[in-house]
């Protein structure tokens, strides 16, 4: 995959290159020089194949930086741990292999992995190239050779732990031993994610000289492809036309050509969903974005301005047409209105002069509807004058409840009784 992104535009876009295009596939492992790698990239452009196919132009994802990230490591990891733990479970009770399953026969395991693939693919995208099935298949096998871990020495203890198998030394049944290798690393950059929400000085530590991911399990600090194409043409120009007399004059141009100055569009040659994490968020770091975890749906998200802290811009859980920060407000209005004894009171009139307005009597005899129709109107126009002139301070709180009970108590014959709050 190829992971864009645009420093300008503050836009990011993954796409998938083709992986069966033969002139691309000899082309691109094979350079050594700038020169190299333009002919490899012109023999992708050119390729027939994905030409036909439009295969090398596959959008995956397109929005703002970092928000992809933001919306999987919002996942709620421990639940999909869990569907992941009842598969298994459908499969093989207690999390026990058959006895007559052998290790070497590689089909056993073929339903599970397929299962757990594509039920993770459909909460996210990004779990297709995540390869967790396979993870979790490995981890079974091994827990059902392994044994209690309970029995183990100290030192094989210390041993699996130090190759990163084992990420703790109480892990005694396969749940635990799921749980910690499966979304270790997700769930850490949560953790790092919410400490810089709370702690400024901590993101201050993250973000400052290179982001200090690698040393967290996160891997290599992520390289662009861009980067490697600026040190391809220094090397290049070195390599080829590069002497005593003019190395100096080289050095010169090549400072000149700004040839190490930060790219607007920067290209990630990724793998898998470890490789797109690392550079999204050493991307995000580097360019001093601050997270925020939303008031409404809890989930993580990069402010677009320092005065959009609370609220996200995704559709909300509680009402989809409406965004997070809409649906804020909305449910702010409606707790105001709800704890009004004054707007209940309005509400309660009005609905009885609509019902009246909608009855069967009102639909059959056309003075008794025109004279509903009138009153509803009378009412709406009326009481939104006295809320007005309660704002104004020309009239009280309390002789617009007076009002709205007189109202009430003459029922609609009276609509005419306004005192329109004047």
């Not at 056993?108 to 693919?121: G, H, K, N, V, Y």
């Not at 975890?293 to 009402?319: G, L």
Request: hydrophobic share 30%; charged share 25%.
């Amino acid at each position: 995959m190829q992971y864009f992104i645009n420093s300008k535009s503050k836009t990011e876009l993954l796409q998938i290159r083709c992986d069966t295009c033969e002139g691309c596939d000899v082309m691109t492992e094979i350079y050594d020089t700038y020169e190299g790698l333009q002919s490899s990239l012109e023999a992708c452009n050119n390729c027939e194949y994905c030409e036909k196919h439009n295969r090398c132009q596959t959008v995956l994802w397109e929005g703002p930086v970092g928000s992809l990230l933001m919306d999987f490591i919002s996942l709620n990891f421990d639940n999909i741990n869990t569907e992941i733990l009842k598969i298994v479970e459908n499969y093989y009770e207690d999390y026990h292999l058959p006895p007559n399953l052998e290790d070497d026969n590689i089909f056993w395991a073929d339903p599970l992995r397929a299962e757990i693939d594509d039920t993770l693919s459909d909460i996210h995208f990004l779990f297709s190239f995540a390869n967790v099935g396979d993870n979790v298949v490995s981890d079974l096998r091994y827990y059902n050779n392994l044994g209690d871990i309970g029995s183990l020495s100290n030192d094989l203890k210390e041993g699996l732990i130090d190759l990163g198998y084992l990420k703790k030394l109480d892990i005694n049944s396969f749940p635990d031993l799921v749980n910690q290798t499966s979304f270790w690393n997700y769930k850490c950059l949560q953790s790092i994610i919410d400490e810089c929400i709370n702690n400024q000085d901590f993101f201050k530590l993250i973000t400052s000289n290179r982001s200090p991911l690698s040393l967290f399990g996160f891997g290599s600090e992520p390289i662009s492809k861009t980067e490697q194409i600026n040190d391809l043409k220094f090397e290049s120009m070195f390599r080829q036309s590069v002497t005593p007399g003019n190395i100096v004059q080289k050095i010169n141009e090549a400072n000149h050509n700004d040839l190490y100055s930060k790219p607007e569009i920067n290209e990630y040659d990724i793998s898998d969903v470890e490789d797109f994490i690392l550079s999204s968020i050493s991307f995000v770091l580097d360019m001093g974005y601050t997270f925020r975890k939303c008031a409404n749906c809890s989930n993580y998200f990069i402010p677009e301005n320092k005065s959009d802290t609370k609220y996200c811009d995704r559709k909300s859980p509680q009402y989809p047409h409406l965004s997070c920060k809409e649906a804020a407000k909305y449910i702010k209005q409606l707790e105001r209105e709800k704890s009004n004894s004054t707007e209940r009171l309005r509400k309660s009139i009005y609905n009885t002069l609509r019902n009246r307005l909608d009855s069967k009597k009102a639909l059959e005899d056309e003075n008794f509807y025109n004279k509903c129709s009138d009153d509803l109107k009378n009412f709406t126009t009326n009481a939104a004058k006295w809320k007005s002139n309660i704002e104004l301070g020309k009239k009280s709180e309390k002789q617009y409840i007076s009002w709205l009970n007189s109202f009430k108590k003459r029922g609609s014959k009276n609509g005419e009784h306004s005192e329109s709050g004047k």
